[in-house]
């Protein structure tokens, strides 16, 4: 099983996934992920918050805070949620991840364009990366 990302000319890699979780996510959209080993959690930031309608009020807060682009900021979890991911074959992967953090939307604050993969995800795959074969997740 094999799931294909997006590898730009910066270098940076992306995975498009849809996620479902109810009944936090109002609404099914595709979500580019940006892959960042750095990030521990997987985080949906702003931007997608507000695509699918997530109420982060009724959400619990983190009990510290998420590393995030930019720094450190107070995060919510979002519990029981499953990534799904088109692979290869054309076939779907799901993903369950126990909690997923988000980024509650601020009103002075720039939405971000993409949100994270983190290695509670990646890890669960063997990662390739090269420039002239993209990125690559295979189970």
Known sequence: MKIRGILEDDGHAYIHAFIIC???IKKIAPIVFLVDLGATTTT???????RLGIDCDSLEKAPGPTVVPGGKTET???CDAFLI???TEGELEYEK???IDVLK???DSILLPF???GVDIISRFKLTYSKNDGLLLEK
């Open 105 to 107: 939307p601020k009103t």
């Open 44 to 50: 949906i930031l702003e931007g997608d918050c507000i």
């Open 97 to 99: 991840l126990e909690k």
């Open 115 to 117: 949100s994270l993969l």
């Open 76 to 78: 919510y979890i979002m």
């Open 85 to 87: 991911f088109e692979t």
């Open 22 to 24: 109810l009944p936090q």
